[in-house]
């Protein structure tokens, strides 16, 4: 049986002392603009694909502004710049988790195996 010291001590432990998972602290990132004229990103050479659903929305609009501003392709320089976009808290987080962002992970592989540019398609809805 509990007394009532250790009840009000459980009860005001820190919700993060109760979790083993916590979030990683948001970072302030630049402001993209939503692209709802977007269906899907692509990069068929690895047939990998976003869909522009709930959940993925932040990464469809950096891969369609890495599109734009890379001339269609994802090279070094525009993976390191998808990762500044995506910001420290969540590529952080990333690199803590692997697998937990497959859209950071590959950005992760273009930078660590030098390889050519890839083809970034981004299909129009």
């Not at 993976?79 to 910001?87: H, N, T």
């Not at 950005?107 to 050519?116: M, T, Y």
Request: positive net charge; contains cysteine; glycine residues 6%.
């Amino acid at each position: 049986m509990l007394c009532r010291s250790a009840v009000r001590r459980q009860s005001s432990a820190a919700p993060a002392a109760r979790s083993s998972r916590t979030v990683p602290k948001a970072s302030a990132r630049p402001q993209l603009p939503p692209r709802t004229d977007v269906a899907r990103v692509r990069i068929p050479e690895l047939q990998w694909s976003i869909e522009n659903v709930e959940g993925k929305r932040l990464s469809i609009a950096i891969f369609t502004h890495l599109a734009e501003n890379f001339g269609g392709k994802l090279s070094i320089e525009a993976a390191q710049e998808g990762l500044k976009l995506y910001g420290e808290d969540i590529v952080q987080d990333a690199r803590q988790r692997p697998g937990a962002h497959p859209n950071i992970d590959l950005l992760f592989r273009v930078i660590g195996e030098d390889s050519p540019s890839l083809e970034l398609l981004v299909d129009r809805q």
